[in-house]
């Protein structure tokens, strides 16, 4: 089972449709069919699904930080440029 | 720190080249042969039975040679194996418990081989369920283990090494371990800061330690949201609780987030850094207790390295995954400790105006 890390990385993205293919094992032995939308999106394209999520989520980590300190840049330069 | 300095140049190049080379190596670089799971994997003894195995990666004109099933010293080999293009390998097996067995949860071992992989052991734990039917008496008819050859798996084929449940999450290595890396490395950073600082009474070094502290619970947020959702597909949960590292975690991120309100708490500057440097050094080693030793002390734990293990051994990391492994440590690491020091030239600069301000 090929798969396209491209198209991964665009259902990631386009969690909104929901319209995910799960090539991924969600049935494994049958047993414990895990009925969690989530981790089966996470589980598809056998499990790559988790690592482009990790991937976002260190970005948006980082890129929420940066818009603090955007903001408390913005607040800085008004007060420097107000003297 | 002087912007134009060649270390932090090193720092700043260093980072973004070291991430630029896990990210496309850790991102492209194929997964090896190896199994993602087995469909109908429910059986009938004393009767031949079809299931599927689904291979990852195998290469075109994948050959099987062997199907095992395995419970401890009961082995059974299948009768015939097809292997289907679309990656199924359909496999027929008669399995006899005999009167000494009862239905059991089996392990299916596949030997195989293909135009790019070399003849290799695959493997799957706890895939096929063996239900004893009524008509299974008498011997049963397992193989020896001796009759096979041994059941190790050999590492040729180029790639990230493809380990059973882990599967593609194993690039996770190079994105989830070194949030914690870097966390553990800038609240170091932060304990020496605080130590300079009681020593010299330089209020710089106690802007140091407090910016060495956000950033490193950035790192520790960070790891916690990305282990949550790796472990929720790998350890069937968000959050195991009876894992002692994660509660170890969520204890020493409140004892970190009580340092922010302690500073913002007291006002006089000086008053703040010493209480706030004495309370991150007294930390620091709780938290690392509570992060590397109790898991190590407790009998059983899910994260690796821990539970009587010493670091990382062969089955965790392997050649391929130790060349992009320790690059991804060392590159987040310079990473967050780049941001560290924005946030301290920020802070810094923004202290000389307040200062001018008061002096107009």
Redesign the interface.
């Known amino acids: 089972?090929?798969m396209n890390?491209l198209k991964a990385v665009i259902l990631i993205i386009d969690l909104s449709s929901m319209n995910f293919v799960i090539a991924?094992?969600s049935?494994?032995?049958?047993?414990?069919a895990?009925s969690?939308a989530?981790?089966n999106m996470?589980?598809g394209?056998?499990?790559?699904n988790?690592?482009a999520?990790?991937?976002v989520?260190?970005f948006i980590?980082?890129v929420l930080?940066l818009f603090r300190?955007d903001r408390?840049?913005t607040k800085?330069e008004k007060?420097?440029n107000q003297k | 720190m002087q912007s134009n300095s060649t270390g932090y140049k090193i720092i700043k190049i260093g980072s973004i080249v070291l991430i630029l080379y896990v990210l496309i190596g850790g991102l492209f670089l194929p997964l090896k042969t190896g199994i993602t799971g087995v469909n109908n994997g429910q059986l009938k003894s004393n009767e031949l039975q079809t299931f599927s195995v689904d291979l990852y990666n195998p290469g075109s004109g994948f050959v099987a040679e062997k199907v095992i099933l395995k419970h401890k010293n009961l082995v059974f080999q299948s009768q015939e194996n097809q292997y289907n293009e679309a990656g199924y390998l359909n496999t027929k097996i008669k399995v006899v418990l005999g009167d000494t067995q009862h239905s059991q949860l089996f392990d299916v071992f596949v030997f195989g081989s293909s135009n790019v992989s070399p003849k290799q052991w695959m493997y799957f734990p706890d895939a096929v369920w063996i239900e004893k039917s009524k008509s299974d008496t008498g011997a049963s008819n397992k193989i020896a283990l001796s009759n096979l050859t041994s059941l190790v798996k050999q590492d040729v084929q180029s790639g990230f090494p493809n380990r059973p449940i882990l599967n593609e999450s194993i690039r996770n290595l190079l994105y989830h371990v070194p949030m914690w890396f870097s966390m553990m490395f800038l609240l170091l950073l932060s304990v020496i800061f605080a130590i300079k600082y009681l020593m010299k009474n330089h209020l710089r070094d106690d802007l140091w330690s407090e910016s060495f502290i956000k950033i490193g619970i950035l790192n520790g947020i960070l790891g916690c949201v990305t282990g949550s959702s790796w472990a929720s597909i790998t350890w069937e949960s968000w959050w195991p609780s009876d894992d002692p590292k994660l509660n170890g975690v969520a204890i020493g991120m409140f004892m970190y987030l009580a340092y922010l309100i302690l500073r913002t708490s007291l006002k006089d500057p000086y008053q703040r850094a010493r209480i706030s440097s004495v309370y991150a050094i007294l930390i620091y080693p709780i938290f690392m207790a509570l992060i590397a030793i109790m898991p190590k002390l407790s009998a059983d734990t899910l994260h690796p390295g821990s539970g009587g293990t010493v670091g990382f051994n062969k089955y965790d990391l392997d050649n391929t995954l130790r060349l992009f492994f320790y690059p991804a440590v060392i590159g987040w690491i310079l990473f967050f400790l780049w941001i560290s020091i924005l946030r301290y030239r920020f802070e810094t600069i923004k202290n000389k105006q307040i200062e001018r301000d008061e002096n107009e």
């Open positions: 089972m090929k890390k991924g094992d049935s494994v032995s049958g047993a414990n895990v969690d989530a981790t996470l589980r394209n056998a499990k790559f988790v690592v999520t990790v991937l989520l260190i980590g980082i930080y300190l408390k840049m800085l007060q420097i």
